[in-house]
């Protein structure tokens, strides 16, 4: 009695399939397979009209989802695997949903996965996504709302809206809604601080740079294209060859892979540069990553928040950064890291395992016997580098046990790593201190949005070197080979297309079109208490409260609703046609051109005598019009419907000539 | 009947009573509705169904959580549904609010029958009215009322005992078009159903006179012969004479006739004296069979009588004095 009936099925199952769409996508192969089949099964069992599968055959699906699902993501408390369950249950939920109530359910818990996915996605094609599920979802719910009103009739409600009515009313009902959900939305009070913990990933992986730096680490980032983040001046923008943003810095050295050693992390910067006239100000805001390093020009003059600096400059954040974040920054590159350099660092810094690379080893004892002098070798070692035939290249050769001496010998092809690696490794056994610094060069400013936007494959590594007069000093031994790495950027250097579809133009435009994403991270994503409170700084009130932004909310929504009625008044709920009153008003339509026109007060009967009257020929047919139409509107057995259209087609008088 | 207990879920618990308090409250402050009477703001009170607070435990959730995560995206979908939601308070009010009840009407019925009462809705304006519903603790109707139409709701109500049945409040109620709100008006009708007694299921053979003083002789139908006229439309097939037309190409059908001595007299003091209800049930079978019969009969109560007749008006006549008797 109270089954929904299998429009409303289908639409039911259509809302549902949306709103997984996304978490299908990052689904194990295992338990995408037992997703879809419940959904495909009950498809086809609305078209077919299949029997519902007896108990242990649903008990059977759901003891295979769960352990697809335990299998697949080893414990269930991350919240990818949360969501899949939530996914998988609702999908074997429509094996069993034959009422009213069960369908509700499985509606109410798609728009809560919708809610879900913002965890993992919160990009500017993400609200339109959730517009379309909300709409299947409001088209089911009224039609849910239609089969229970008509539950006990033991017959269908009556359908007479087409599929567009039905799709253009609840597009209605979510535009007006709009307005009062941008109120809540900017009104309703925010934490300050979570209620309870955040977990410390939500990414299906981590993404950007990481904590150790291998030939080919940095290679992968260049396919890249994702933004890792934008950064926004507040005054002039340093030129492309200052754009050297920090991220983790490594000292130790095992012949092979470079990682960030005992200091780095754990020593916390001893001086700090102050912010000077000409220093950069800007705002970064960070893609999530997951991991947390914070990305700043050298040298951070400010620590934002919930972050700490250590004394190789790199801005540490406390938690991982599972969700967009803004920071600001002030940082001065006049400044001098470690005037002084003591004992355990210099020794770290020097640090070689022993006995590889004998031929880079000889090479730079011979050198360094011609010169001494601790800035000349480094210029040397550069001058080399620049006129030899070295090439910057993606398609670098594997390395073997002596990486050092195959590529400063043989191979001379590499990407930044390659160059940063070989070059501290030189300058350590010339006994100059050296350090790799990884992080991103350069950027692609957007005149349009006045930012500096920073993609992954703009992924770079360098060195740092200690000399006595200028402590901590960046070389780039990249640049060297080619300069135009960082003067216009890594995809220039280039020159040949990275795959099938990299085309300057078609990057171009991707660039442009990301000020949208900027401004939305800007606008929607990064709103929060601190903005609220200052949302009426210009008139004044510079810190507001959480009642007077309910109170505000409040008002806001009673305006609105005064504003909103007016237009619900002309919401007309979806089309309705009634093919009587239809073929009524045609049948009015040519009495009005023979010159017989309706009062509104006339009934039909009262109507037919009028007209009979002015138009004695017909007079037979248009008792007989009126008849059917009140007996079609009246009588508990109405005539069929085609006698009336039928009559209604043959009546025609002739035209008034008046 | 998986609806009526949804209904009853529905009515259980703060529902109910809140839908007591309300039909009291109206109960007391305006007293019987006066028909017809069109719905308006003061008569419609809008509340959350329970699929509405569910779905509203629901939206808390997810702003909850957006909230503690610092999820911007998360809380403007929760947003907008609650939005929405509020959207809905407007229109499921809307939806009923320039309803006319036009009247509520009631045929006559026996004890133990259900009574079904005729509500008359009129939409005056030029918007359709969807899924308008009539709600009363036996039943309920529901209709969709196009633009400047009519419509009717049928409510059953039991019936127990003859009399005057008063109709139970009902109310006019709808959900259109989420579900999440219900918006509804209490109308306390002052609409009356006549029921008669019970037939008696086996009842003693009909007291025929045999004298036939008052009875008229009816044509048309009866046990005897009378003649034959040309067949017309309603005539039963069995009646058709169907040699006679055989013979002349055209129907012919028997006109029978009761014979003029056969009547009866259906008199209360005659039926010695028994449990009065079980009497009157007997009036009641007695008068149904005689009309069935094309008897005629007449009817002797305690301060009515009616003389012998025939016909379904008479037949009302006797059914209306048998239910209202009062001993």
Request: hydrophobic content about 45%.
């Amino acid at each position: 009695m109270s089954d929904p009936g299998r429009k409303t099925n289908l639409w039911l199952i259509a809302t549902l399939v949306l709103a997984m769409s996304p978490q299908v996508l990052s689904m194990p192969i295992s338990v995408l397979v037992l997703t879809l089949l419940p959904l495909f099964w009950r498809i086809g069992s609305e078209i077919r009209d299949w029997k519902p599968l007896p108990a242990w055959v649903r008990h059977g699906a759901t003891a295979a989802a769960l352990a697809a699902l335990f299998f697949s993501y080893g414990d269930l408390s991350g919240r990818r695997a949360a969501v899949s369950l939530l996914t998988v249950m609702l999908s074997l939920k429509l094996i069993e949903c034959y009422r009213i109530r069960d369908a509700r359910l499985v509606i109410c818990f798609s728009l809560f996965l919708c809610a879900t996915q913002f965890l993992f996605a919160q990009g500017v094609l993400m609200p339109f996504y959730a517009a379309a599920t909300v709409m299947l979802a409001l088209v089911t719910l009224t039609k849910l709302q239609r089969a229970e009103a008509w539950a006990r009739e033991g017959e269908p409600p009556p359908v007479k809206a087409s599929l567009l009515a039905e799709l253009s009313f609840s597009f209605r009902l979510l535009a007006l809604a709009v307005p009062v959900g941008i109120a809540f939305f900017i009104f309703f009070p925010r934490l300050a601080s979570p209620l309870w913990g955040i977990p410390d990933s939500t990414l299906d992986s981590k993404t950007g740079l990481s904590d150790s730096m291998s030939p080919g680490s940095i290679q992968t980032l260049f396919m890249d294209d994702s933004p890792a983040f934008r950064a926004e001046f507040s005054g002039t923008i340093p030129p492309a060859e200052q754009l050297y943003w920090r991220g983790p810095v490594f000292w130790r050295f095992d012949g092979r892979t470079w990682t960030s050693g005992f200091y780095g992390r754990n020593i916390d910067a001893a001086a700090v540069p102050m912010p000077m006239d000409q220093s950069w100000a800007y705002t970064i805001q960070l893609e999530p990553n997951e991991q947390n390093w914070l990305f700043a020009l050298d040298y951070p003059a400010s620590v934002p928040p919930d972050a700490r600096l250590t004394m190789d400059f790199q801005l540490l954040r406390r938690r991982p950064v599972i969700q967009l974040i803004q920071y600001s920054i002030i940082s001065n590159p006049d400044f001098t890291d470690m005037p002084e350099l003591s004992g355990p660092f210099r020794l770290q810094a020097l640090d070689l395992p022993d006995g590889s690379n004998p031929r880079t080893r000889a090479l730079v004892d011979q050198w360094r016997r011609e010169t001494p002098d601790d800035s000349g070798f480094v210029s040397r070692v550069l001058e080399h580098f620049n006129r030899e035939p070295f090439h910057y290249s993606l398609d670098a050769p594997l390395l073997g046990a002596h990486p050092a001496d195959e590529f400063l010998f043989d191979t001379r092809r590499g990407f930044c790593e390659h160059y940063a690696s070989t070059f501290a490794v030189m300058m350590r056994m010339a006994g100059i201190p050296a350090r790799i610094v990884t992080g991103y060069q350069g950027g692609w400013f957007s005149e349009l949005g006045n930012y500096v936007l920073i993609r992954q494959s703009d992924a770079h590594a360098w060195t740092e070197v200690w000399l006595d007069e200028s402590g901590w000093t960046r070389v780039d031994p990249t640049a060297a080979v080619s300069p135009l790495r960082v003067q216009q950027g890594s995809l220039g250097a280039l020159g040949a297309p990275r795959h099938l579809l990299d085309y300057s133009w078609l990057r171009g435009l991707r660039n442009s079109a990301d000020v949208v994403q900027q401004r939305w991270n800007d606008w929607v994503i990064e709103y929060g208490a601190g903005r609220q409170a200052r949302l009426f700084a210009p008139l004044g009130l510079d810190h507001m409260s959480p009642v007077m932004l309910v109170s505000v909310l409040f008002l806001a929504i009673a305006v609105f609703s005064v504003i909103i009625f007016p237009i619900v008044l002309r919401i007309k709920g979806p089309g309705h046609k009634d093919p009587v009153q239809q073929a009524w008003r045609k049948f009015l339509k040519r009495l009005e051109k023979a010159g017989v026109t309706a009062l509104p007060s006339d009934g039909a009967i009262e109507l037919a005598e009028a007209a009979a009257h002015a138009l004695p020929a017909h007079s037979d047919a248009i008792h007989r019009i009126a008849h059917l139409y009140t007996h079609s509107r009246y009588a508990p057995v109405p005539p069929p419907f085609a006698d009336l259209k039928q009559a209604i087609l043959d009546f025609r008088p002739a035209k008034n000539a008046s | 009947m998986t609806h009526s207990s949804t209904i009853a879920s529905e009515q259980s618990g703060i529902g109910q009573r809140f839908d007591s308090w309300v039909l009291d409250r109206v109960r007391r402050r305006r007293g019987p509705t006066e028909l017809p009477r069109t719905l308006e703001y003061r008569h419609i009170y809008v509340m959350p169904t329970r699929f509405g607070f569910w779905f509203g435990m629901l939206l808390a959730l997810t702003v909850i959580g957006g909230l503690n995560f610092n999820n911007n995206m998360t809380l403007m979908l929760g947003f907008l549904l609650a939005a929405i939601a509020q959207l809905t308070t407007l229109l499921v009010y809307r939806n009923l609010a320039g309803i006319r009840i036009d009247a509520v009407r009631a045929s006559p019925v026996f004890a133990e029958e259900s009574a079904c009462f005729k509500v008359l809705l009129k939409n005056p304006e030029e918007r359709s009215r969807f899924a308008i519903q009539a709600e009363s603790p036996d039943g309920g109707d529901v209709i969709d009322i196009n633009p400047q139409a009519s419509g009717q709701l049928s409510l059953n109500q039991m019936t127990v005992s003859r009399g005057w049945l008063q109709m139970a409040p009902f109310r006019i109620e709808n959900r259109y078009p989420l579900g999440l709100f219900r918006a509804w008006s209490v109308v306390i009708p002052t609409a009356r159903c006549l029921v008669y007694p019970k037939p008696a299921p086996h009842p003693p053979a009909l007291p025929k006179t045999g004298r036939g003083d008052y009875g008229a002789a009816s044509q048309g139908e009866g046990e005897h012969f009378h003649g034959l006229r040309e067949f017309q439309p309603g005539d039963p097939l069995r009646r058709i004479a169907w040699r006679t037309s055989a013979r002349h190409q055209k129907l012919y059908s028997r006109v029978m006739e009761s014979p003029r001595d056969e009547a009866c007299e259906l008199n209360w003091y005659l039926m010695g004296s028994g449990n009065p209800e079980e009497k009157l049930s007997i009036l009641t079978a007695w008068v149904l069979r005689a009309e069935r019969r094309q008897i005629p009969y007449s009817l002797e109560m305690p301060g009515a009588a009616l003389p012998a007749d025939l016909g379904e008006d008479h037949r009302d006549a006797c059914l209306e004095i048998l239910a209202l008797y009062k001993p």
